[in-house]
């Protein structure tokens, strides 16, 4: 598995990489050998040998600089904090994790939540398929939360009780914590709606819950927003939106010493890693 997501990530966008880093490389080199040969011309003869040696040195090197990643991380100069973006299973992850829920905190599997999702798995592994007491954390978390009006009876399928965009609850303990953040509204439709300005709103408030209940620890998020929430938004453009975010609220005040952003391989073809690699370069200050 490790071997085929290396390999799709260096045939999808590495391979242009790695040409023009070679070019660079073999220019360099070139520049180098070129005016030995003014003063040792009989030390420095090249030949057509020497060129293909020079050519597949240049790959062999842009090929070690740019060898395809798995996971890239760049350290805030203040505060102490990393930020990460890798591919992997969320629920493998150590620390507290975020769970992206909708307005009505939906659990239930199939028609309404998809069972390959963030927020399906989260049933499965971590309550074991136990709905009931699911349903039960979500409700009793809850209850110092205001509601967004009254019950929304003509919603036939699943919760009915509205909350407001970016409410966010913990579940778990000190060791282990699950911050669900409702990020779009669940229409009667049963299909999810959300925006940039929705997701951003939603940040904020995840992070002024982590500050409070996760103690400066790692923290993990998935790509909230993508799939089936229909924002219209690029994965790419929705992890510099969740970077962004960590990085102004951290300015702000501390939120956590890492944050890791966990795409699943699967993913891999509608995310540049490289184009990520160098937004975080230029974003994190």
Not at 35 to 40: A, E, K, Q, S, W
Not at 97 to 105: I, Q, S, T
Not at 237 to 258: C, D, N, P, W, Y
Request: with cysteine.
């Amino acid at each position: 598995m490790n071997f085929q997501i290396y390999l799709k990530i260096f045939l999808t966008i590495g391979i242009w990489r790695i040409a023009t880093t070679s070019i660079s490389i073999f220019g360099f080199l070139w520049l180098l050998i070129e005016p030995l040969g003014l003063f040792i011309p009989d030390a420095i003869t090249l030949g057509l040998s020497g060129y293909i040696s020079l050519l597949v040195s240049s790959m062999l090197i842009s090929i070690f600089l740019r060898f395809p990643k798995k996971s890239i991380s760049r350290k805030l100069s203040s505060p102490n904090s990393t930020i990460e973006i890798k591919l992997g299973d969320i629920f493998q992850e150590k620390g507290h994790l975020v769970v992206g829920f909708n307005d009505v905190f939906d659990t239930e599997i199939g028609e309404i939540i998809a069972e390959p999702s963030v927020q399906g798995q989260f049933l499965l592994k971590v309550y074991k398929s136990e709905k009931i007491k699911l349903d039960t954390d979500i409700e009793e978390a809850l209850k110092t939360h205001k509601e967004r009006g009254k019950e929304d009876l003509s919603k036939l399928k699943g919760n009915q009780r509205r909350y407001p965009i970016g409410t966010t609850i913990s579940l778990g303990n000190f060791d282990r914590r699950y911050f669900l953040v409702a990020y779009g509204s669940m229409g009667n439709d049963l299909k999810i709606q959300s925006n940039a300005d929705c997701i951003w709103h939603s940040l904020s408030n995840l992070w002024e819950q982590v500050r409070l209940k996760g103690h400066g620890e790692q923290i993990s998020i998935p790509v909230i927003g993508s799939n089936l929430a229909r924002t219209n938004l690029p994965r790419v453009v929705l992890v510099k939106l969740i970077i962004t975010s960590f990085l102004i609220g951290s300015k702000e005040e501390f939120i956590a010493r890492k944050l890791t952003i966990v795409i699943p391989p699967q993913d891999l073809e509608y995310v540049n890693l490289y184009d990520l690699e160098d937004f975080l370069k230029t974003a994190v200050f």
